[in-house]
């Protein structure tokens, strides 16, 4: 059984026993508790990663005295900052662990609802209306609509505060990437209108996920 159909079975299990309480939306429930598993599982990576932000945030006051030291000196202040950062063990990519793990469950999400490979009847299904399989560009009014629009709201709440956060955090003298990465976080939204619906469900709850779970970690 291939991965897709291995996917789209267990998705069908799952909205079949939560059919009781979600009715023509089970399906879409089912991708929501998906995510959330999937999620819970990589929490140690989550974790991982808030503890080697904590690290780097410790050594801005190093980092920025070598950016004084060898202000003049690009080259040497560069193999400084990678000494220090290795020394310490504070990757300046640590952080990006959880999506670059959940990457491959994105991909097999984003083909079954995109071709039907191993979907059996769930693109037959709705959320309030909107059929999962479809996208926004052929919903732009009515119910369908509202269920888009709701989505990209939350997609772009969400963004909008890890892009903050991320700022904030970002510590002085780090990679030309790592000060980039901030801008990512509105790269989900860029992806929801492009996928099926869906795969943006599953975009929205893992981001939210994620945002509430770095509040969380950096609060302890």
Partial sequence: MSLFSSLGTLLTTMAGGLDPLFGASAAAAAIVLFTLCVRAALHPLARAAVRGEKARAAL????TELSRRHKGDPE?????MAELRAKEG????????PAFAQLPVFFVMYHVFSTGSGAGDLLGH??????????WGGALSGA???VYLGLFALIAAVATWTYLRAR?????GAPG?????????????VTAAVVPLAAALYLA????????????????
Avoid at 126 to 135: E, W
Avoid at 205 to 220: I, P, Y
Wanted: net charge positive.
């Fill in 126 to 135: 709705t959320l309030a209306g909107a059929p999962l399989g479809d996208r």
């Fill in 144 to 146: 369908p609509g509202l």
């Fill in 205 to 220: 709850t893992s981001t939210t996920w994620t945002a509430v779970e770095r509040a969380l970690l950096h609060r302890g």
């Fill in 60 to 63: 801005a006051p190093k980092l």
């Fill in 177 to 189: 990437v790592a000060r980039a990465l901030p801008l990512l976080s509105f790269g989900t939204l």
């Fill in 76 to 80: 040497r202040l560069r193999s400084a």
């Fill in 168 to 172: 904030r955090t970002t510590v002085p």
């Fill in 90 to 97: 504070a990757s300046p990519l640590a952080g990006c662990l």
